[in-house]
């Protein structure tokens, strides 16, 4: 594993200086003079959280616009290593708590996602987590099942690499599945419930796989 370096962490503590900063501020002038009775506290607080966040997609977002992430092998001190790692720390100070803790609902979550860049057809809804969302791609009636885990990235010692997860309609993703990178995935088929999808996969349509390793079954 890498280290993220200063530059990388004076880069996303400056965005979320950014972040807060418009947060709490916008949260100061809609509801800083409201007469908020005994609740006053709360409710700043929960306004306070809710407008971080949305900043924080914002922000995050135009990040990924100005320094997008790039499919491949990441070099070392290269621009592509730089957004990889920034984005990290996104994922590892801010948006784990939204997308690892089953606090929001499943529906809530699928809004959550868009907003961090997934493509998520209609119908389509994952009760595990997506952890490289921007890198993510499903269509259509799609069902992700609980804790299971699709991951567009690879870390293997200072090995660091990115690539897409593509995956078409009404496909089942069973509970506590794994996914990893460059995984392709055909409509109508079916991961069952515990399987690792190795990296590089491609499941064709309507087939269905599992175990650890998965691999075809029917």
């Known amino acids: 594993m890498r280290a993220i370096t200063p530059p990388q962490i004076l880069t996303f503590f400056a965005l979320l200086s950014v972040i807060l900063t418009l947060g709490l501020g916008t949260t100061w002038l809609l509801l800083g003079g409201l007469p908020l009775g005994d ?8 306004a306070g959280v809710v407008l971080v966040y949305l900043y924080a997609f914002l922000v995050y977002r135009l990040f990924l616009h100005f320094v997008p ?15 990889a790692q920034v984005n990290i720390l996104f994922y590892l100070i ?3 708590t939204l997308i690892r803790t089953h606090f929001l609902p499943v529906p809530l979550m699928r809004l959550v996602y868009l907003a961090l ?24 009636n799609c ?5 299971a885990a699709l991951f567009a990235h690879a870390i293997e010692g200072t090995r660091f690499s990115l690539a897409a997860i593509h ?7 069973g ?4 996914v990893m990178s460059d995984v392709v995935i055909g409509d109508g088929a079916i991961v069952s419930a ?13 087939e269905v796989w599992g175990g650890v390793p998965a691999r075809w079954l029917r």
Request: aromatic fraction near 6%; glycine fraction near 16%.
């Open 143 to 147: 069902i992700v099942g609980h804790d």
């Open 69 to 83: 992430l790039q499919e491949g092998e990441l070099a070392e001190g290269s621009r592509a290593e730089f957004a």
């Open 175 to 178: 509970a506590t599945a794994v």
């Open 167 to 173: 995956i078409g309609n009404n496909v089942t993703i």
């Open 39 to 46: 609740f006053r506290g709360v409710a700043l607080v929960f």
């Open 94 to 96: 801010l948006f784990n």
């Open 117 to 140: 860049g997934a493509e998520l057809g209609k119908n389509t809804y994952s009760a595990g987590v997506l952890l490289d969302p921007a890198l993510t791609h499903i269509g259509d």
């Open 194 to 206: 515990g399987a690792i999808v190795n990296k590089g996969t491609r499941i064709g349509p309507g």
